[in-house]
C-alpha cells in the first residue's frame, strides 16, 4: 500500500484541490482568504488560533483529527498513541503497509580497485546490502528544484512527496550503517531541518555544518540564501572514527599579515593548524573547467568530500554514497584507499570516465591536503618570514628566551 500525501489540509476538509467553487465557500464560511488556505495546503502547515477554530468548525472535524489527517503528531497525540501502542500495533500489523518489495539488485557497471558502481536506484540497492555494513554514508541527493537531470528524475514533487522519499532512503541507510558509522546529509537548509526532526529519533545528532556557499541570486524579500547545510549523524553514541582536519588561520592575501587576533595567544596556537569549526567558509563551487567532471551544477567540490571522508573514515573503511552524479564521493574514496559503493539513476559514463582518469583528481587533492593541518601554509610561509611576520618558529624561539629570562 502507497501513502501520496498530497493536498493533505483540503483532504482532511473532504475538499477537491481542484474545486475552486467548494474552496471560495469554505473561505467565505470560515472568512479566511483563499490565499491562506491554499498556503496552509501547499506547505501541509496546521492553522493555529482563530483560523483552527474556524476549520474546524466550518468542517465538522476536530483538531485532532485535523492534525491526524494532515500527519502531523503533536505531544497530546504522541501520548495517547503510547499510551495505545497496543492496540495501535495490531492495527497496523493488520493493514500490512510499508511491506518492502523484493526488487532486482541494479547492473553493476564498473568496478575498481576499491569500489563498486551500480547504474540503477539507490532504494533498490540498498534493499540488497547487509544491516550494518557501511562505515560512511555522504548523500547529496536532488533538492527538489526543478533542475533538469540527465537521469530525468521529478525534480519537482509535491513537498511530502519528496519528504517521504528522503525518508524512504533514509530508513535504508540507517539500517546499512554499522554501529558507530556516520551518515553525512548535504541538501539546502529548510530540507535538512525536517530532515534533522526524522533522524533526531534514529541516530545521534552530531553537528550541523553551514557550508558558506551562494547558490542564488538575492530574493526579494528575502535574506541572501549563502549557506548549505551538511548535517552530520553517528549511530549510537558515539562515532568509531574522528579525526578532522585543521585548518591554516586566516592571513591577509595582500600582506600576509594576521586577520584576527585570536587573543593574543600565539604561543599556544596549535602549529597543526585552527580547529575545525561547524561553519566552513573554505569550500569552493566547482566552476574550474578542469576540475569540472560534467555539465550542471550539481558536483561538489573535492575538498568537501575529502574533508568529510577524512574526519569520518580510515582506510579499508566502506564508504556509500546513494547518489552518484559525477562521482565525487567515489572518485575520492578511490584515492584514499577506502572501499566504495556507489549508484546512480541516470547516465554513468561521466562517472566511468572520470574513474579511469583518476589521475587528475588525484592530482587537485593532493594540493588540497598540501594547505591544510599546518597553521601558515608553506607557501604564506616564506612571505611572512620576508615580511617579518611571525610564525610558529619565530614564536617559539621567543618563548623559550623568555623563560632563560625568567630563570
Ligand atoms: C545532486 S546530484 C549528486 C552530485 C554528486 N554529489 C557529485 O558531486 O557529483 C544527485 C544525483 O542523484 C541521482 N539520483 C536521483 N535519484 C536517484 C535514485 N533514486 N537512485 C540513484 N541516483 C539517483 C541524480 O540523477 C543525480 O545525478
Redo the contacts with the bound molecule.
Keep these: 500500500m502507497k501513502f501520496i500525501m498530497k493536498n493533505l489540509f483540503f483532504k482532511a476538509l473532504n475538499i477537491e484541490e481542484t474545486d475552486k467553487l467548494m474552496i471560495r465557500r469554505f473561505a467565505k464560511t470560515t472568512g479566511i482568504p483563499i490565499e491562506r488556505l491554499s498556503y496552509y495546503n501547499r506547505f501541509n502547515i496546521i492553522p493555529s488560533g482563530k483560523d483552527l477554530l474556524q476549520i474546524c468548525d466550518a468542517a465538522g472535524i476536530t483538531e485532532i483529527e485535523l492534525f491526524l489527517k494532515m500527519g502531523v503528531i503533536d505531544s497530546r497525540i504522541l501520548s495517547l498513541i503510547k499510551e495505545n501502542a497496543d492496540q495501535i500495533s495490531q492495527i497496523i500489523q493488520k493493514t500490512d503497509i510499508e511491506k518492502d518489495e523484493f526488487p532486482a539488485i541494479p547492473p553493476l557497471v564498473r568496478n575498481t580497485n576499491c569500489g563498486k558502481l551500480y547504474q540503477?536506484?539507490?532504494?533498490?540497492?540498498m534493499q540488497h546490502m547487509d544491516d550494518d555494513c557501511v562505515d560512511l554514508i555522504?548523500a547529496?541527493?536532488?533538492?527538489n528544484l526543478n533542475k533538469l537531470?540527465?537521469?530525468n528524475?521529478d525534480?519537482n514533487l509535491k513537498s511530502e512527496e519528496y519528504l517521504r522519499?528522503c525518508k524512504q532512503?533514509l530508513d535504508k541507510c540507517i539500517r546499512i550503517l554499522k554501529p558507530g558509522g556516520s551518515l553525512f546529509i548535504?541538501n539546502l537548509p529548510k530540507w535538512n531541518t525536517y530532515l534533522s526532526e526524522y533522524l533526531n529519533h534514529r541516530l545521534t545528532f552530531r553537528h550541523w555544518i553551514s557550508v558558506d556557499i551562494k547558490y542564488t541570486l538575492p530574493i526579494k524579500g528575502r535574506l541572501y540564501p549563502s549557506h548549505y547545510s551538511l548535517i552530520y549523524y553517528c549511530k549510537g553514541e558515539k562515532p568509531n572514527t574522528f579525526h578532522p582536519d585543521r585548518l591554516p588561520m586566516d592571513i591577509c592575501p595582500h600582506c600576509v599579515g594576521d586577520l584576527k587576533d585570536y587573543g593574543g595567544y600565539k604561543n599556544k596556537m596549535n602549529p597543526d593548524g585552527i580547529n575545525l569549526t561547524d561553519v566552513w567558509f573554505d569550500i569552493p563551487p566547482?566552476r574550474h573547467k578542469k576540475y569540472k567532471?560534467?555539465n550542471?551544477s550539481?558536483?561538489?567540490?573535492i575538498k568537501l568530500?575529502d574533508r568529510i571522508i577524512e574526519m569520518a573514515s580510515d582506510e579499508g573503511d566502506l564508504v556509500f554514497?546513494?547518489?552518484?552524479?559525477?562521482?565525487?564521493?567515489y572518485a575520492v574514496a578511490e584515492i584514499k584507499k577506502r572501499k566504495w559503493i556507489g549508484?546512480?539513476?541516470?547516465p554513468v559514463d561521466g562517472?566511468i570516465d572520470r574513474l579511469d582518469n583518476i589521475g587528475d583528481d588525484a592530482e587537485y587533492l593532493a594540493k588540497i591536503r598540501k594547505e591544510i593541518n599546518c597553521l601558515i601554509t608553506n607557501r604564506d610561509l616564506k612571505r611572512r618570514i620576508d615580511r617579518g611576520w611571525w610564525t610558529p618558529d619565530s614564536v617559539r624561539k621567543e618563548n623559550i628566551k623568555f623563560k632563560k629570562v625568567a630563570k
Design positions: 540503477g536506484d539507490c532504494l533498490d540497492l555522504f547529496d541527493p536532488p533538492f537531470y540527465p537521469s528524475i525534480d522519499w532512503w548535504w566547482v567532471k560534467r550542471g550539481n558536483e561538489l567540490s568530500i554514497d546513494p547518489f552518484g552524479g559525477s562521482g565525487t564521493t549508484i546512480e539513476i541516470g562517472i
